[in-house]
């Protein structure tokens, strides 16, 4: 299991070097969120293994393959989180069932190789992709934290930009730290989220 938290000093700050190479940019937020556009998208690996996180290169990989696959259905991708059992999205789409679609697919292509790999033929990866709506500009940036956040709540680091398959540490670099503590402050996650995790959910 890739597990962040046994990593060296020096293990991490080759695998945040890696990341920060593709630069990938985050584009600012939009001014009004008013329509069915934007939406957290989920997923997790079947009862909540870490098939996701079973290498840092297949984080990598599948990180680089969701946001490239994200590009050809979305509008934008405003953050995302690669955890080792499950992901999380804020997108900006016109077309949900086109971009769900697209993670099915992906979902499958995965699963179909990662089984090859450690040879669990017929084995179930993923479960289920649950989507919400976006419903103002609070819910928005609750959402953010939400998703930046996953790596601390998680425990498998202490800070948002020691994660590097996040889009946080470009959030951070975009708006300043000074912003984004006062974000914070504004839009406490409270219980967002809450049951999220339970295998069953």
Request: proline share 5%; with cysteine; glycine share 6%.
């Amino acid at each position: 299991m890739y597990d962040w938290r046994k990593m060296t000093d020096r293990e991490r700050q080759e695998a945040l070097a890696a990341r920060q190479a593709e630069r990938r940019p985050w584009h600012g937020p939009p001014h009004q969120v008013t329509d069915e556009r934007f939406y957290h998208l989920h997923a997790a690996c079947y009862e909540h293994a870490p098939f996701l996180g079973l290498s840092v290169a297949r984080m990598a990989d599948f990180e680089s393959e969701l946001l490239n696959l994200l590009k050809s259905c979305c509008e934008r991708v405003h953050a995302w989180c690669i955890l080792p059992n499950h992901y999380h999205l804020l997108v900006e789409t016109p077309g949900l069932k086109l971009t769900t679609g697209a993670l099915g697919r992906l979902h499958g292509r995965t699963s179909f190789l990662w089984n090859r790999e450690e040879g669990k033929r017929g084995r179930q990866v993923w479960h289920r992709c649950p989507d919400r709506a976006i419903r103002s500009q609070a819910h928005y940036w609750a959402t953010m934290n939400y998703v930046h956040n996953q790596p601390v709540r998680h425990g498998l680091c202490t800070r948002w930009d020691q994660w590097p398959f996040s889009s946080a540490k470009d959030f951070l670099e975009a708006v300043g730290r000074e912003e984004a503590r006062r974000i914070w402050r504004a839009f406490p996650l409270l219980d967002y989220g809450k049951g999220w995790d339970d295998p069953e959910q």
